[in-house]
C-alpha cells in the first residue's frame, strides 16, 4: 500500500503519488491497459492501410475507437489506482469487470467531454484547454460517485475549480514527459519495424501512457476531495465494498 501523509492537493504530491502508484503497479495496470486497447490494435491490423490519409474514413474511426477505449482503460485504472491506495489487492479481473460495468457512463462522458473540448479548441484553442482542464477528473467522478453522464462533468468542474492551473501545470508536465520518451520510442520503432510492428508498438505506448494519466487523474481526485471535502480513500472507495 503507498504511503500518504499528505492530503492537500499540490503539484508535487500529485506527481510524487502518480509515479508511485504507477510504478508500485506496473504488471497489473499495464496488463490492464493493454487488455482495454486491444481492440484498437485489431482495428488498426486489420482496417487501417499504411497508405491511408490521417483524414481518411478508417483513421478517423480509429480515432473514435481510440477515444473511446482510452475513457473505458481510464475507468479501470482508476479503480485499481483506489484499490491500491486503501490497500486492496489490485486483481486484474476485477479491474476489467468494474471497468466495463461502466461502459456506458464512461462511453457518455468521453463522448460528451471529447465534444466540449473539440469545440472548446476551435474557439482558438485556449478556451478548449480550459475544458480539458475542468473535466481532468470527470472519469474518476463517474467510477466513484455514478452521478450520471452530465453530472459527472458538473462534479469534475466543481473539484477542479480553484486549483485549475496547478492542474494545468501537472497536465502539461505528465505531457512533456511522456511526449519525450513516445518521440524516442517512436522514432526506434518507424526505423526497426514495419507497419505491423509500428502499430503494436503504438497500441504499447498507448496503453502504458493512458494508464499512467489514468493514474494521476484519480490520485488527482482522491487529493482533490481530501483537499476540499476532507474525505480519506476509504470514505471514497467504500463504495466498491
Known amino acids: 500500500m503507498t504511503s500518504i501523509t499528505q ?34 490494435l485489431i482495428y488498426n491490423l486489420l482496417v487501417v492501410s499504411p497508405t491511408d490519409s490521417q483524414l481518411s474514413p478508417s483513421q478517423l474511426v480509429g480515432l473514435v475507437i481510440q477515444s473511446v477505449l482510452t475513457q473505458l482503460m481510464a475507468a479501470t485504472v482508476a479503480f485499481a489506482t483506489f484499490q491500491y491506495l486503501r490497500g486492496q489487492p489490485v486483481g486484474i ?7 466495463l460495468s461502466l461502459i456506458v457512463p464512461v462511453v457518455g462522458v468521453a463522448l460528451l ?33 455514478h452521478p450520471g453522464v452530465v453530472d459527472s462533468l458538473k462534479r469534475s468542474a466543481d473539484l477542479t475549480k480553484g486549483h485549475r492551473w496547478t492542474i494545468f501545470g501537472i ?30 508498438g503504438v497500441w504499447v505506448l498507448k496503453a502504458v501512457f493512458g494508464a499512467f494519466g489514468a493514474t494521476a487523474a484519480a490520485v488527482g481526485y ?20
Request: hydrophobic share 65%; net charge neutral.
Open 93 to 99: 479481473a476485477e479491474c476489467l469487470s468494474r471497468g
Open 7 to 40: 492530503k492537500q492537493f499540490s503539484f508535487g504530491t500529485v506527481i510524487s503519488q502518480s509515479f508511485s502508484v504507477f510504478f508500485s503497479n506496473l504488471v497489473p495496470f499495464c496488463l490492464v491497459a493493454l487488455i482495454v486497447m486491444l481492440p484498437l
Open 113 to 145: 467531454s471529447g465534444l466540449l473540448v473539440g469545440i472548446g479548441t476551435v474557439l482558438l484553442v485556449v478556451p478548449g484547454i480550459i475544458v480539458a482542464v475542468m473535466l481532468w477528473v470527470a472519469i474518476p467522478v463517474a467510477v466513484v460517485e
Open 171 to 200: 497536465v502539461i508536465v505528465i505531457a512533456i514527459i511522456l511526449g519525450i520518451i513516445g518521440a524516442i520510442l517512436g522514432a526506434i520503432l518507424v526505423t526497426a519495424v514495419g507497419f505491423a510492428g509500428l502499430n503494436i
Open 222 to 241: 482522491y487529493f482533490l476531495r481530501a483537499t476540499k471535502e476532507g474525505v480519506d480513500i476509504g470514505d471514497i472507495a467504500k463504495v466498491f465494498d
